[in-house]
Protein backbone atom coordinates (compact mmCIF):
# COMPACT_ATOMS: atom_id res chain seq x y z
CA UNK A 1 0.00 0.00 0.00
CA UNK A 2 1.33 3.33 -1.14
CA UNK A 3 1.85 5.57 2.21
CA UNK A 4 1.34 8.71 0.21
CA UNK A 5 -2.40 10.27 -1.20
CA UNK A 6 -1.77 12.43 -3.92
CA UNK A 7 -4.60 14.91 -5.51
CA UNK A 8 -4.85 18.11 -6.71
CA UNK A 9 -5.76 20.98 -4.45
CA UNK A 10 -6.71 24.77 -5.67
CA UNK A 11 -4.96 23.78 -9.15
CA UNK A 12 -1.74 22.29 -7.60
CA UNK A 13 -1.28 19.03 -7.34
CA UNK A 14 -0.03 18.04 -3.66
CA UNK A 15 0.45 14.82 -1.34
CA UNK A 16 -0.18 14.46 1.73
CA UNK A 17 0.94 11.16 3.91
CA UNK A 18 -1.74 8.44 4.25
CA UNK A 19 -3.69 8.43 7.52
CA UNK A 20 -7.07 6.27 8.40
CA UNK A 21 -8.30 8.22 10.65
CA UNK A 22 -7.23 12.26 9.00
CA UNK A 23 -10.72 13.89 7.06
CA UNK A 24 -10.03 16.16 4.34
CA UNK A 25 -11.23 18.99 6.68
CA UNK A 26 -8.10 18.56 8.79
CA UNK A 27 -5.77 17.94 6.23
CA UNK A 28 -6.85 21.40 4.47
CA UNK A 29 -6.51 23.28 7.87
CA UNK A 30 -3.83 21.70 9.82
CA UNK A 31 -1.45 20.25 6.98
CA UNK A 32 -2.03 22.68 4.03
CA UNK A 33 -2.79 26.00 6.32
CA UNK A 34 -5.78 26.57 4.21
CA UNK A 35 -8.05 27.65 7.33
CA UNK A 36 -11.17 28.85 5.39
CA UNK A 37 -12.79 25.60 5.28
CA UNK A 38 -14.30 25.98 8.78
CA UNK A 39 -15.19 23.28 11.41
CA UNK A 40 -18.83 23.47 12.16
CA UNK A 41 -20.91 20.18 13.45
CA UNK A 42 -18.44 17.70 12.35
CA UNK A 43 -21.22 15.60 11.00
CA UNK A 44 -21.93 16.92 7.80
CA UNK A 45 -25.16 18.86 8.70
CA UNK A 46 -23.95 22.28 9.00
CA UNK A 47 -21.81 23.24 5.64
CA UNK A 48 -19.21 24.76 7.01
CA UNK A 49 -16.62 23.05 5.84
CA UNK A 50 -18.41 22.35 1.83
CA UNK A 51 -15.83 22.24 -1.11
CA UNK A 52 -16.06 21.21 -4.33
CA UNK A 53 -14.39 17.51 -5.42
CA UNK A 54 -14.23 16.82 -8.59
CA UNK A 55 -16.37 19.93 -8.70
CA UNK A 56 -19.44 18.48 -6.51
CA UNK A 57 -19.98 20.54 -2.94
CA UNK A 58 -19.12 17.90 -0.40
CA UNK A 59 -18.71 18.64 3.43
CA UNK A 60 -14.95 17.76 4.27
CA UNK A 61 -15.75 16.69 7.86
CA UNK A 62 -17.47 13.45 6.46
CA UNK A 63 -14.29 12.62 3.37
CA UNK A 64 -11.39 10.79 4.19
CA UNK A 65 -8.65 11.66 2.47
CA UNK A 66 -8.64 7.84 0.48
CA UNK A 67 -11.39 9.54 -1.18
CA UNK A 68 -9.94 12.28 -2.38
CA UNK A 69 -6.68 10.36 -3.88
CA UNK A 70 -6.45 11.45 -7.84
CA UNK A 71 -9.23 13.71 -7.65
CA UNK A 72 -9.35 17.73 -7.74
CA UNK A 73 -10.18 20.05 -4.18
CA UNK A 74 -11.12 23.66 -4.79
CA UNK A 75 -11.86 25.58 -1.27
CA UNK A 76 -12.14 29.21 -0.75
CA UNK A 77 -8.89 29.88 -1.29
CA UNK A 78 -8.95 28.38 -4.91
CA UNK A 79 -12.03 30.21 -6.69
CA UNK A 80 -10.47 33.70 -6.91
CA UNK A 81 -8.87 34.40 -10.63
CA UNK A 82 -5.56 36.09 -9.49
CA UNK A 83 -6.45 39.51 -7.82
CA UNK A 84 -10.06 39.27 -8.92
CA UNK A 85 -12.68 37.56 -6.66
CA UNK A 86 -15.26 35.01 -8.00
CA UNK A 87 -18.45 36.42 -8.77
CA UNK A 88 -20.19 34.71 -6.06
CA UNK A 89 -17.76 36.58 -3.77
CA UNK A 90 -17.82 39.44 -5.38
CA UNK A 91 -22.06 39.56 -5.04
CA UNK A 92 -21.31 38.46 -1.09
CA UNK A 93 -19.49 41.45 -0.53
CA UNK A 94 -21.95 43.84 -2.60
CA UNK A 95 -24.98 42.73 -0.78
CA UNK A 96 -23.16 42.55 2.48
CA UNK A 97 -24.09 38.52 2.75
CA UNK A 98 -22.64 37.53 5.75
CA UNK A 99 -23.03 38.90 9.76
CA UNK A 100 -20.79 36.70 11.66
CA UNK A 101 -19.07 35.35 8.85
CA UNK A 102 -18.31 31.72 10.26
CA UNK A 103 -20.51 30.09 7.48
CA UNK A 104 -19.70 32.54 4.39
CA UNK A 105 -16.63 29.98 2.71
CA UNK A 106 -18.79 26.97 2.78
CA UNK A 107 -21.89 29.12 1.71
CA UNK A 108 -19.65 30.60 -1.09
CA UNK A 109 -19.16 27.31 -1.88
CA UNK A 110 -22.34 25.67 -1.76
CA UNK A 111 -23.39 28.32 -4.18
CA UNK A 112 -20.12 28.30 -7.05
CA UNK A 113 -21.29 24.51 -7.17
CA UNK A 114 -24.95 25.39 -7.22
CA UNK A 115 -24.66 27.50 -9.77
CA UNK A 116 -22.46 25.31 -12.23
CA UNK A 117 -25.41 22.98 -12.42
CA UNK A 118 -27.97 25.51 -12.19
CA UNK A 119 -26.78 28.82 -14.05
CA UNK A 120 -30.39 30.07 -14.52
CA UNK A 121 -32.07 29.45 -11.05
CA UNK A 122 -35.18 30.91 -9.55
CA UNK A 123 -35.41 32.48 -6.84
CA UNK A 124 -37.28 29.42 -5.26
CA UNK A 125 -34.32 27.17 -6.42
CA UNK A 126 -31.77 29.47 -5.07
CA UNK A 127 -33.47 29.01 -1.31
CA UNK A 128 -34.25 25.21 -1.54
CA UNK A 129 -30.23 24.89 -3.22
CA UNK A 130 -29.16 26.71 -0.22
CA UNK A 131 -31.10 25.25 2.32
CA UNK A 132 -28.72 22.59 4.00
CA UNK A 133 -25.92 25.08 4.59
CA UNK A 134 -26.65 26.77 7.57
CA UNK A 135 -26.45 30.79 9.12
CA UNK A 136 -27.12 31.04 12.37
CA UNK A 137 -27.33 35.40 11.97
CA UNK A 138 -30.05 35.09 9.77
CA UNK A 139 -28.29 36.51 6.73
CA UNK A 140 -30.03 34.41 4.84
CA UNK A 141 -31.82 37.20 2.48
CA UNK A 142 -29.24 38.55 1.70
CA UNK A 143 -27.46 35.55 0.58
CA UNK A 144 -30.18 34.03 -1.47
CA UNK A 145 -30.15 37.66 -2.98
CA UNK A 146 -26.08 37.35 -4.03
CA UNK A 147 -26.52 33.98 -5.48
CA UNK A 148 -29.24 35.85 -7.65
CA UNK A 149 -26.82 38.36 -8.54
CA UNK A 150 -23.74 35.99 -9.02
CA UNK A 151 -26.17 33.72 -10.74
CA UNK A 152 -26.67 36.72 -13.62
CA UNK A 153 -22.67 37.73 -13.27
CA UNK A 154 -21.31 34.41 -14.04
CA UNK A 155 -23.95 33.72 -17.25
CA UNK A 156 -22.82 37.36 -18.79
CA UNK A 157 -19.65 36.21 -18.17
CA UNK A 158 -20.60 33.27 -20.20
CA UNK A 159 -21.82 35.11 -22.98
CA UNK A 160 -25.36 34.19 -21.66
CA UNK A 161 -28.47 36.27 -22.14
CA UNK A 162 -29.53 36.90 -18.28
CA UNK A 163 -33.50 35.84 -18.17
Not at 54 to 66: K, P
Not at 87 to 106: K, N, S
Not at 126 to 140: K, T
Amino acid sequence: MDDIIDFELNGKNVSIPRSNEQTLLWALRNHFGLTGTKYGCGMGYCGACTVLLNDETVRTCMISMEDVAGKRVVTIEGIASGETIHPVQQAFVDHDAMQCGYCTPGMIMNAVGFLHKHPHPTHEEIISGMDDNYCRCGAHPRIVAAVEEAAGTMRNEKGKDIK
